[in-house]
């Protein structure tokens, strides 16, 4: 599967939107763009996933570029418990692993 | 269904023991994968299976580690002989077959070798 690159960390204040970037140039088609957040102590937590298309979930929505070199993670009102590790993966159809990265650590301010 | 389910949480060992762990992934999902994570770092891909079969192994996964999923449910890693840079969270995920679903994640065990 193909690699991403992301930030390691961002900041956010509260109650604001905070727009997490991933960039993944080798993309082919077949990829599908996942987004997994990490809390502390717990296990990767699924956000959102897409091909093409802009999605949106109750979580959060999710921009992907027209050429699909890059996507941006977008959570509309931060908020404390959003504060985590998220992490942009590639998979495909026939992908057998999602390949995590080192992810982007976000910090709320309150 | 309650998810995906891991036990123990927690586990502490003395180096050169043999520890086995166990995943109980969402009944309906045939993708079932193993992964390893220290601290500071991302997941780090172990093992997958396909219903029974296992399909892909990481060089990560030394000849002390073994994972065996005998029906196409449950799954278990057993680690041999225990080394201290074995201390780690291992988790399991499982998923359908297909990259445009999503994969859920247990909470994971922590072991700890002394």
């Known amino acids: 599967d193909a690699k991403t690159t992301q930030p390691n960390s961002m900041e956010s204040n509260e109650e604001e939107p905070v727009h997490l970037p991933c960039n993944h140039s080798?993309?082919?088609?077949?990829?599908?763009i996942h987004w997994y957040r990490q809390l502390p102590s717990q296990g990767p937590e699924y956000v959102i996933h897409g091909l093409t298309s802009n999605v949106n979930n109750r979580m959060a929505s999710l921009a992907i570029a027209e050429d699909r070199k890059s996507s941006t993670l977008i959570l509309h009102r931060a908020t404390l418990r959003d504060a985590a590790v998220y992490y942009c993966i590639l998979l495909s159809n026939t992908g057998n692993q999602f390949y995590f990265g080192t992810g982007t650590s976000l910090t709320v301010i309150p | 269904d309650t998810g995906v389910s891991q036990n123990p949480r927690h586990k502490i060992t003395k180096r050169g023991q043999n520890v086995t762990f166990r995943c109980d992934p969402i009944?309906?999902?045939?993708?079932l994968y193993w992964y390893r994570q220290t601290l500071g770092q991302g997941p780090e891909f172990l093992t997958y299976?396909?219903?029974?079969?296992?399909?892909?192994k990481s060089r990560l996964l030394s000849d002390r580690f073994s994972a065996e999923r005998p029906k196409g449910s449950f799954s278990t890693l057993e680690i041999q002989r225990t080394e201290q840079g074995d201390s780690a969270m291992y988790l399991c995920?499982?998923?359908?077959?297909?990259?445009?679903?999503?994969?859920?994640f247990g909470q994971g065990t922590r072991l700890t070798v002394v």
């Open positions: 299976f396909q219903n029974e079969a296992q399909l892909e």
């Open positions: 995920a499982s998923s359908l077959s297909s990259g445009s679903t999503e994969a859920f």
């Open positions: 080798t993309i082919s088609g077949t990829d599908y």
């Open positions: 009944s309906e999902h045939n993708r």
